[in-house]
């Protein structure tokens, strides 16, 4: 088969006005140690918008989603909340703070977790297959669903081009959380993809599980989604997380592994069979790509897991431009000797470009979690909604109104504050307008 040029989109989501450290994540040890310290929205935004800015500067195709229109009313009436929005807020906050928290959460900002996306050029039917992850496991990251679905609907929306699946049933044999644990190696002179699916647990019950964190990816949603998307078993590679690593605070793949292109950097502790996993993914990318992919390990003397999990060295996003190989991390790592020596002992990277993140880093979130890759041809790209995509005018604009909208840090108080959530609602109903988006709202 010819191998047909592919462009690798980035897709990343503005934090929202509401922006906090809820602790809501269990397993998560960034989002429990931030648990109620001052949140900084506006930073939150801003340090997203320019990683978004960096990746338009190195010549790479960024596009822009709005955050969620936060604090979700419709969730906390189905819990019971009546009245009008500014009684739904106090009694909320009287009577069950931890749910008003978890119904302002700017969770959708992690866009990796947002879906699992699989290319024209692998699937059988040589169309875009998109299935929104059912983030079933944490109640505050579901409220995301409906509205992520939606978004991706009306950006990707034309049905000759993409193929558009419901998200897969809300329960726990099919929790997914998206492309957090979905990798796709390819190579340049290949039409066709690799794909690698880490899951934390299965219906295998032979299979030895986490102890004291959950396991938030089945293997059973990723069976179904390479069903759904076409995928031929000869692109696919399932592999189970370590149990031990989730313990450490490992609750997605992309903490412990970065794949770009023909380059996998992973920790030697990431898998149950780390070993077997690899052999199992040169044995496919041999027969796919007649080449074998650039596998890098990190040895667990040179970064425990912990200073994996500290660090986020995985999480950094790697981007190829004019042909140098970026490795993008979380300015974290420059503070964590480990990660800093490693990442001086990297070959196979040009580059390395470090980033302010640490509003997101406190909640769990680097530079690769921001992103939600979608690689696509060129004609698919012209076809999508063009609102979204970066340009220095709209990069302009947006910066305009988290200025001027977004608070600058916030408490759980300022939810009574009516004055702050009219300022949300017309940041967020604004950058609606700014991406040609509003008619969502
Ligand atoms: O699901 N944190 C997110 C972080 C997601 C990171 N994504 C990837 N690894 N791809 C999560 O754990 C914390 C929210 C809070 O505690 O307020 C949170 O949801």
Redesign the pocket.
Known sequence: MKAVAMLELNADCLAAPTH??????F??V???T??ATLSHPKKAALQGLEKMKLLFDLGLPQLIFPPHPKPCYQALKNLGFEGSKSTIITQAYKKAPELL?MCS???AM?M??AATITPSTDSCDQKVHITPAN?AS?F??SLEVPLSQKLLRAIFFDEKKFIHHPPLAAASEFFD????NHTRLWQKKSSQGLHLFVFGKSQNKKEKKAKKYPA?QTKEAQSAISRLHLLDEAEVVFAQQNPHAIDQGV??N??VASGHENLYLFHEDAYANTQKVMEELQKKALKLFGKELMLVPIKRDDMPLQDAVRSYFF?SQIVTSNTKRILIAPIECKKIKTAKNCLEGLNCIDKVLFVPLNE?MK????P???RLRIPLTSVEFKSIHQGVVFSMPLYEKLKQIIEKYYPDTLHLDDFLDGSFLQSAETATYEIYQALKLEHLL
């Open positions: 906090h450290f809820g602790g809501l994540a397993g998560n960034a989002s429990l931030s648990k928290l959460s700017s969770s992690w990796a977790n983030l944490n505050h990251r959380e998206g492309a957090a938030r609750f997605h992309d903490v999480n997101s909640n769990g979130g680097g690769a979690c921001l």
